[in-house]
């Protein structure tokens, strides 16, 4: 049983827009939420997270929104850039400890068009 | 520079074989996992270690074999035993913190 939903599954994008990925999860006891980005042939590295006593998080052009109501976190970025071209993937934990595993959304594929 | 080196990069076996991939990272993590990629799939947690001499099946566990006999070293056994062994096998450690990803051993069987 998938735990977190990730949604769209590819996603194109003009320069300059702005790019929106959406996950869900039915775990009410998940309280970590990392967004990975991932270059074709790399591994996954971390790029924000959330937990959920906040409602959104902003790292540069990188934000997340947290809406613990509905069990949803959403990924956006801002002027998206040819560079930001790869797959991303949603994640949720128990405990924002390293000792506990994460489960990962299906992924995203991310085109941003010159 | 401190991270995670998996090896090899793309790896090659006929049907019928076990093969192990390798796992080393030299940042004192004492978490290590396994997790196995597919097109379309997202990331599936194979094993997982949080100590030395101790390690917990994940989601997709059937055969895969682990040790973890030194805090810096993990390595994936696919055995015979597991039916679609063609993957991406990602490496990953951790301390209290995010997950740090190698990246990656393509496995291909045929």
């Known amino acids: 049983q998938q735990q977190v939903k990730q949604s769209p599954q590819s996603l194109i994008v003009q320069k300059g827009g702005i790019s929106i990925i959406n996950c869900a999860y039915e775990?009410?006891?998940?309280?970590?939420f990392p967004w990975y980005q991932q270059f074709p042939g790399k591994g996954p590295a971390l790029l924000i997270a959330i937990r959920p006593d906040v409602s959104e998080k902003k790292e540069g052009r990188f934000t997340i929104s947290f809406n613990k109501s509905a069990k949803q976190f959403s990924l956006h970025i801002m002027d998206s850039q040819p560079g930001d071209s790869a797959t991303y993937f949603c994640?949720?934990?128990?405990?924002?400890?390293?000792?506990?595993?994460?489960?990962f959304g299906k992924g995203t594929m991310l085109l941003v068009s010159p | 520079d401190g991270g995670i080196t998996q090896s090899p990069k793309y790896l090659f076996r006929k049907e019928g074989q076990n093969v192990t991939l390798s796992c080393e990272q030299n940042?004192?993590?004492?978490?290590m996992y396994w997790y196995r990629q597919d097109p379309g799939q997202g990331l599936r947690l194979i094993y997982y270690?949080?100590?030395?001499?101790?390690?917990q099946k994940g989601d997709i566990a059937e055969g895969y074999s682990v040790s973890r006999e030194k805090k810096e070293s993990f390595p994936l056994t696919v055995t015979s035993a597991q039916k679609n062994p063609t993957a991406f096998y990602l490496c990953?450690?951790?301390?209290?913190?995010?997950?740090?990803f190698g990246n990656g051993t393509r496995l291909t069987v045929t």
């Open positions: 990953a450690s951790a301390r209290g913190g995010p997950l740090h």
């Open positions: 940042l004192n993590h004492d978490a």
């Open positions: 270690s949080q100590i030395v001499n101790d390690f």
């Open positions: 775990n009410t006891a998940f309280d970590y």
């Open positions: 994640a949720a934990r128990i405990g924002n400890s390293g000792y506990s595993t994460l489960t």
